[in-house]
């Protein structure tokens, strides 16, 4: 299984039926907006996105005054040398 973990809330949240298939099923995002989610998407900061970069993200500070943390994308939010071979084509 292959779940991306940038946007946790919008991954699997429980696993009720595995099914095994021939072709990589389309996703939501792709099926809508295929120019612009692909299966990569979010999770290559090296992979252009044609409205935004996706070489640097935004992080909360905690405390007071909350301010954000400009920092630079890893490759696969850091886990690349676990999961780069589940994405390669």
């Known amino acids: 299984m292959v779940t991306p ?3 946790g809330f919008k991954g699997a ?5 595995i099914e095994f298939v021939e072709a990589q099923p389309a996703t939501f995002w792709n099926t809508l907006v ?3 989610y692909d299966f990569e998407a979010n999770v ?3 992979k252009p996105h044609p409205r935004w970069s996706q070489a640097t993200e935004k992080f909360i500070s905690k405390g007071p005054g909350l301010s954000w943390d400009i920092k630079e994308t890893l490759p696969y939010n850091g ?3 676990y999961v780069a071979h589940l994405y390669s084509t």
């Open 5 to 7: 973990w940038k946007y």
């Open 34 to 36: 295929a120019n612009e």
């Open 13 to 17: 949240k429980s696993i009720v039926k």
């Open 79 to 81: 886990y690349g040398e």
């Open 44 to 46: 290559n900061p090296t």
